[in-house]
């Protein structure tokens, strides 16, 4: 897509905000939003010129691996809200005197890696059955394949 399609979609955004909100903060904060977002990818574009993709996406694979293991154990917690599964319910600890789910990092966590304040027994066993096995073998290493190597014997 042009530059000129991607400005025009933003003009119109912002068009459609102004329009829509009685005050001034609304606006502005969609401003500061497009704006921030414009330095901050000109900022990924810069670093990404110098960036080890190689530890980039170790760590994002690893980070992708305990969102997983977050949804697998919110799926369970769902499973049990529907009457589905209704073992292993007892909670584990309660942390939520000292963080809530519902403050703004409790949601953040819950949002990326499934937080909750009252973690159930299963959700904290399906967590971390899944979690360990699957990082440990993330983060063995990548070996190079054997037809990789094999062609470069040949050369």
């Known amino acids: 897509m042009p ?3 991607k400005v ?3 003009f119109f955004f912002l068009l459609a905000v102004f329009k829509q909100s009685p005050t001034w903060q609304m606006p502005a904060g969609a401003v500061a939003g497009v704006l921030a977002a414009a330095v901050i990818g000109a900022l990924i574009y810069q670093g990404g010129m110098r960036l080890n993709l ?4 170790r760590w994002t ?3 992708l691996i305990i969102v997983a293991a977050g949804l697998l154990a919110g799926s369970l917690r769902a499973l049990h809200e529907a009457g589905i ?3 292993l319910q007892d909670i584990v600890f309660d942390p939520s005197k000292y963080l809530h789910e519902d403050s703004p990092l409790g949601v953040l966590l819950g949002g990326f ?3 909750t304040d009252h973690p159930a027994q299963g959700g904290a066993l399906v967590w971390l ?3 360990i096995p699957v990082m440990i073998w993330f983060l063995r290493g990548s070996r190079p394949s054997e037809t990789l190597t094999r062609k470069e014997e040949l050369k």
Do not use: E, I, S, T
């Open 61 to 63: 694979g690893a980070f």
């Open 113 to 115: 890696f499934g937080y």
């Open 129 to 131: 059955l899944y979690l």
């Open 54 to 57: 190689a530890k980039f996406f």
């Open 85 to 87: 599964w209704n073992a």
């Open 3 to 5: 530059w000129r399609a």
């Open 8 to 10: 025009w979609r933003a």
